[in-house]
C-alpha cells in the first residue's frame, strides 16, 4: 500500500515555520504603514473650487489667521468665512477676475463656496480650538505652514496618538500667547519657558483621560 | 520541532521582510494627493448630525446652520443698547464715549490694538495711514483705504469709528459679522490712540506715572511713534 502523503510533504512544516513570521511581520507592518493617519491623511490636498491661495494672503500679504477665521479663538469650530470676508476687499481689488467668479456669484446668491474641507476629525472626537489658542498652542503646530501652501494640505495626521503625544508633554509646542497666528514664531529663536510667562494665568494642564476629547 | 531547529532563519525573517516593504514604499508616507483619505476602518467617524459649517440635505440650500426666520430675535440678543450697539446716544447722535459697561484702561487699549491689527491694519497700516501691507500689496484698490490721521477724520467723535467698524463707509463694508461689538469698541479707542499719539507732544505725558484713563493713551505714544 503506498504512503497517503509523498515524501516531499515532510517539508511543509519547515516550510511554514520559516513562512509564517514573514507573512506575519509583513502583515503586521502593512497596516501599521498603510493604516496610519501618516499615509491614509497626511498630504491630502484637494482641489478647491477657488483657487484661494493662504500663500498670498496669509504669508506675502500677512493677513491674520482670524481676519477670516475670527472665531478661533472663541468657539469650537474655525469657522471658514462667510463670502462676505472675500468680499471685504474683492469688491475693490480684482472685482473682475474670472478666478473669482464663484466668489460673487456666492455673494450675489447668498449661498456658500462649496470649499472641500481639509482637515476633518472624526465626529466621535470633540476637539475645541478655543483652549488650545488659549493654552499658547500654535496655529502651525497642527496646521503646518499653511502661510507657505498654495494649496491648503493635511501637514499632521491628526490621530489619537498624535494629539496623545502633545497632551502628555505639551510644553515644546506652547507659545507666547500673543504668537498664537505667528507662522513665524521660531522656538529656537526665542526660547521660551511656559512656567515662567507672567502672562499664563494657569498651567496648562491637558486631559489625557477618555472623557477629555470623547464625550 | 521546526521552532527550534529554524531560530536563526525566524529570527531573520521579519527583518527581511520589513526591509522589502520598506525599499518597495519608501517615501510615500505624507505623499500628496487629491483623493480624500481613505479610512478602512470608519467606525463613527460621521455621524448623523449637524456640525458647525457642514452640509445637510433636509434643508432645500444644504445649510446646517438656519438663519433665524425673518423678524424674529432671538432671547438675549435684543441688542436695545443703542450706545452699545449702535455707538449712538438717545438723541442719535454719534455718542463720543465708550458705553458705560466698557472701561476705558490698559487692558481695553491692549485689546484694541491687538484687533485693531488683525482686522484694520491690512488696510490701514498698523500707524492709520491707510498704507497697510494688502493696501501697497493687493493688487490695487479702485478706492484708497482713509488715512486716519487725515484732518477731516481727527474731530470726529469715538462712536464715528465704531459706527464705521459696524457698518461700513463708502466703499470699505462693515466689520459687524466678523469683530464682535466690544472688541469693536476696543478698536475705535485704539484708532483715537493712534491719533492722539501722532499729534502727541514730550509736554503731553503726565509727571506721575498712575495707570489712569488720561494716562493710557500718552503712554502708548511709544509704540505708536516707534511703528
Redesign the interface.
Known amino acids: 500500500m503506498p504512503a497517503i502523503f509523498p515524501r516531499w510533504t515532510n517539508n511543509v ?2 516550510v ?4 509564517a ?6 502583515l503586521i ?2 497596516v501599521w ?15 478647491q473650487p477657488v483657487p484661494y491661495s493662504h500663500k498670498l494672503h496669509a504669508g ?5 489667521c ?2 477670516c477665521h ?1 472665531t478661533v479663538e472663541k ?3 474655525a ?2 468665512p ?1 463670502t ?2 472675500c ?3 474683492h ?5 473682475d477676475s474670472p478666478r473669482l467668479a464663484l466668489v460673487r456669484e456666492s455673494h450675489a446668491a447668498d ?2 463656496v462649496p470649499w472641500v474641507r481639509v482637515h476633518q476629525l ?3 472626537a470633540f476637539f475645541n480650538h478655543s483652549p488650545h489658542l488659549a493654552a499658547g498652542v500654535g496655529c502651525v503646530s497642527c496646521h503646518g505652514r499653511v502661510d507657505q501652501m498654495a494649496v491648503v ?1 493635511m501637514k499632521q495626521p491628526l490621530s489619537m496618538g498624535w494629539c496623545l503625544d502633545c497632551h502628555r508633554d505639551p510644553k515644546p509646542n506652547l507659545r507666547p500667547l ?1 504668537q498664537v497666528t505667528n507662522m513665524n514664531w521660531d522656538p529656537a529663536e526665542t526660547p521660551y519657558d511656559p512656567d515662567r510667562d507672567a502672562n499664563r494665568k494657569r498651567k496648562v494642564n491637558p486631559p489625557t483621560h477618555c472623557s477629555g476629547c470623547h464625550r | 520541532m521546526t521552532l527550534t531547529s529554524n531560530r536563526p532563519a525566524r529570527a531573520a525573517a521579519p527583518l527581511l521582510a520589513l526591509a522589502a516593504v520598506m525599499a518597495a514604499t519608501g517615501g510615500c508616507r505624507g505623499s500628496r494627493s487629491e483623493d480624500p483619505p481613505v479610512h478602512l476602518q470608519q467606525n463613527m467617524d460621521f455621524q448623523e448630525r449637524g456640525d458647525a459649517q457642514e452640509y445637510n440635505g433636509f434643508f432645500a440650500d444644504g445649510r446646517v446652520m438656519r438663519k433665524p426666520p425673518q423678524g424674529t430675535v432671538a432671547v438675549g440678543f435684543l441688542k436695545d443698547d443703542d450706545h452699545l450697539y449702535r455707538g449712538r446716544n438717545l438723541d442719535g447722535t454719534l455718542a463720543d464715549a465708550l458705553p458705560p459697561s466698557m472701561k476705558l484702561d490698559e487692558k481695553l487699549l491692549n485689546r484694541g490694538e491687538a484687533r485693531y491689527n488683525i482686522y484694520c491694519a491690512p488696510c490701514h497700516g498698523d500707524t492709520g495711514h491707510g498704507d497697510g501691507p494688502v493696501t501697497r500689496r493687493g493688487g490695487g484698490f479702485s478706492v484708497q483705504p482713509a488715512n486716519l490721521h487725515m484732518a477731516r477724520l481727527l474731530p470726529e467723535s469715538l462712536g464715528y469709528y465704531f459706527h464705521v467698524a459696524t457698518n461700513g463707509k463708502g466703499k470699505m463694508r462693515g466689520y459687524k459679522a466678523q469683530i464682535p461689538v466690544e472688541d469693536r469698541w476696543a478698536i475705535a479707542a485704539w484708532v483715537r490712540t493712534l491719533q492722539v499719539s501722532h499729534t502727541a507732544k514730550a509736554s503731553d505725558i503726565p509727571a506721575g506715572n498712575a495707570p489712569s484713563p488720561s494716562a493710557a493713551a500718552p503712554t502708548d505714544t511709544k509704540k505708536g511713534a516707534a511703528q
Open positions: 512544516p519547515i511554514i515555520g520559516l513562512l513570521p514573514l507573512v506575519g511581520a509583513g507592518f502593512a504603514y498603510w493604516f496610519s493617519p501618516y499615509y491614509t491623511d497626511v498630504g491630502y490636498r484637494p482641489e506675502e500679504m500677512g493677513i491674520d482670524r481676519y475670527n468657539a469650537a469650530h469657522a471658514i462667510p462676505g470676508t468680499m471685504n476687499c469688491e475693490l481689488v480684482k472685482a449661498m456658500p472624526p465626529d466621535y494640505e500673543d
